[in-house]
């Protein structure tokens, strides 16, 4: 909900205890730190084997089918040496996979050809048996090419889609005669294929039996790795202080409500620390703070970007406006119900990460505004309640009356541009600042009045005098340049008329938020349509028709629900980081990332 203050702390001690002072702030883990010298190259690892090797071997592990009993203790644990064989297993296992693959495909293409065992060539007399598969549609110009050709040839097997022809030859005939290409059976017969198949399930087995038995490993590779990383990111701290043999020097970001903390370990370790406002040519990180149930609105906004450290934090409006978004697209309160279930059977599933925690939260909003909207629009997988139902009473939406969900999706963007210029005018720092969003506020105001007003006098008095003030304000006092001769005031001008060449940007975002009513009503009506088609088919004469029309509602829905689901996503969050956005922030920063120990402590 909003940025965290940010202090600059210099922290001083003596050189000797230079290891126990890194250490100890990464113990504290809420300082940002700042290179006072050139960071070391990447490269240096506690361990012999690349910390890179450690992170794969442990996403192996744990992509495993079933995971045996943690080992939590255990003296002779062999860091390197399980990395190496995770490594090793995987490898195995992507050659069995492999294989595995090969023969199954090399098997498909034997089969239609039965079991055959090639002669050796010296009872051929030279001669060599080549073999055609034909589809039914090319049997005729085969034949004729092979009357061409003059080689004997041998029709072995018809089935319902092709031919199967072997032809007897010292070489091989010519591909460009023929109208289909040769069939590669090869010298090995089709049991000895199958033999190898069954060797090869064999293998592949036993090296997922390997990686299962490996899995006992993975706490203990976890907090290896934890321990690992942190020993790396202290060689690199190292690097990043200003040590002159006596003195030494480190610098970082720190949020003020730690300065206590930082304090108490000052004085605890015999330290001296410095804590400095940030000065306006100083980029701090941004740290954003959100509430635990809002926290998803944050993980959204940094999934595109990260909010300047003097800019504000829009996790909160994205949130609830990308929940209206997604509802409003979705547009159907039997698709919110059954994505509500799924969210339910796979709820203590997301519970396992922070992420997931955060996800499932926003997918409760999202689907609850759906679930409202839905029931608004009165549809439900495209049905509309029966008229004298109750149901029907809270309908207050009409997907259909184009005029009225066109009008509904503009007045949703109006108010959403309206508050991101809002914003900005409460946060402007001088006139200049504030007069240009309060104009483009106006505008935005005006248009809407004149749209929703349409045919009324006071419509277009209001709207045109809104407009008016609007653009005069951006073009009279939406420039900083001050005025130091008469020039300036005709420079103020020219920037106020740069000002409002924004004005096509605002028309298209605006219109932009069409999407809203165009996906809607696409979701609605496709929904609709399988609705139709499934009891055309129910009605008709056609044999099996029942389970034909559940067939058609089944895959029909299932496929609009995806649909539904990727466009809500895509425009839901596609309206916030390109239309809101480029109205509400002004920079870009760069996220807040502590010297924190990775390792958790026993």
Request: hydrophobic letters at 45%; charged letters at 20%; proline letters at 6%.
């Amino acid at each position: 909900m909003s940025i965290v203050p940010l202090a600059r702390v210099t922290v001083v001690g003596l050189s000797a205890d230079k290891d126990n002072l890194i250490d100890g702030l990464q113990q504290l883990g809420c300082v940002h730190l700042i290179p006072l010298a050139a960071p070391p190259e990447e490269g240096t690892f506690v361990t012999a084997r690349p910390i890179e090797d450690a992170r794969q071997a442990l996403r192996y592990l744990n992509d495993v089918r079933r995971r045996r009993h943690q080992t939590r203790v255990d003296a002779d644990f062999d860091f390197d040496r399980l990395i190496a064989e995770a490594l090793a297993t995987r490898q195995r296992q992507r050659e069995a996979e492999d294989r595995l693959l090969a023969l199954e495909t090399r098997l498909r293409e034997l089969e239609p050809w039965g079991d055959v065992a090639l002669p050796d060539l010296d009872q051929l007399g030279g001669q060599r048996l080549w073999f055609y598969r034909v589809p039914h549609p090319k049997a005729k110009p085969f034949r004729e090419a092979l009357a061409n050709l003059e080689v004997p040839f041998q029709l072995l097997y018809a089935s319902p889609r092709h031919l199967y022809f072997a032809l007897i030859a010292s070489s091989e005939p010519d591909p460009e005669a023929l109208p289909v290409p040769r069939s590669h059976v090869g010298s090995e017969p089709t049991a000895v294929v199958r033999r190898q198949l069954d060797a090869a399930r064999t293998d592949l087995e036993e090296v997922e039996a390997d990686h299962e038995a490996l899995s006992r490993w993975i706490f203990l590779l976890s907090r290896h790795l934890a321990r690992a990383e942190d020993s790396q990111a202290r060689v690199q701290a190292s690097g990043m202080t200003q040590d002159d043999g006596t003195l030494l020097q480190l610098q970082g970001w720190l949020p003020r409500r730690e300065l206590v903390r930082l304090d108490a370990f000052a004085q605890q370790h015999g330290l001296a620390f410095l804590a400095e406002t940030p000065e306006p040519k100083d980029a701090p990180p941004t740290l954003l703070s959100n509430p635990v149930t809002l926290t998803g609105g944050q993980d959204l906004v940094t999934f595109y970007e990260t909010p300047g450290y003097r800019d504000w934090d829009p996790s909160i409006v994205v949130f609830f406006s990308f929940a209206l978004f997604f509802a409003m697209i979705l547009a159907d309160a039997g698709y919110a119900l059954v994505l509500a279930v799924l969210v339910g059977l796979f709820w203590k599933g997301m519970g396992r990460s922070p992420g997931g925690r955060h996800f499932r939260i926003v997918a409760v909003v999202g689907l609850s505004f759906a679930l409202l909207y839905g029931v608004l629009a009165g549809s439900y997988f495209g049905i509309e309640p029966p008229a004298a139902s109750p149901l029907a009473r809270l309908k207050l939406l009409n997907l259909n009356d184009y005029d009225e969900m066109m009008k509904v999706s503009l007045v949703v963007g109006c108010l959403h541009l309206l508050l991101a210029n809002g914003i900005v005018a409460i946060r402007g720092p001088g006139v200049a600042a504030r007069a240009k969003p309060i104009g483009w506020m106006a505008v935005i105001l005006a248009g809407l009045v004149v749209y929703l007003g349409a045919g009324t006098a006071w419509a277009g008095n209001v709207g045109v005098g809104l407009g008016a003030g609007g653009l005069l304000t951006i073009l009279l006092l939406s420039s900083e340049r001050p005025i130091a001769h008469p020039a300036d005031l005709i420079l103020r001008l020219v920037d106020g008329l740069g000002s409002l060449t924004n004005i096509s940007k605002l028309f298209g975002d605006v219109m932009s938020y069409l999407r809203l009513f165009a996906l809607g009503l696409a979701s609605a009506s496709l929904a609709v349509t399988f609705n139709q088609l499934a009891a055309q088919i129910y009605h008709s004469d056609v044999p099996l028709g029942l389970p034909i029309a559940i067939l058609i509602l089944l895959l029909g829905h299932g496929i609009n629900l995806v649909l539904a689901i990727i466009s809500g996503f895509v425009h839901g969050l596609r309206l916030n980081f390109i239309e809101f956005f480029n109205w509400s922030l002004s920079e870009e920063g760069y996220p807040f990332q502590p010297f924190v120990k990775k390792e958790p402590v026993s």
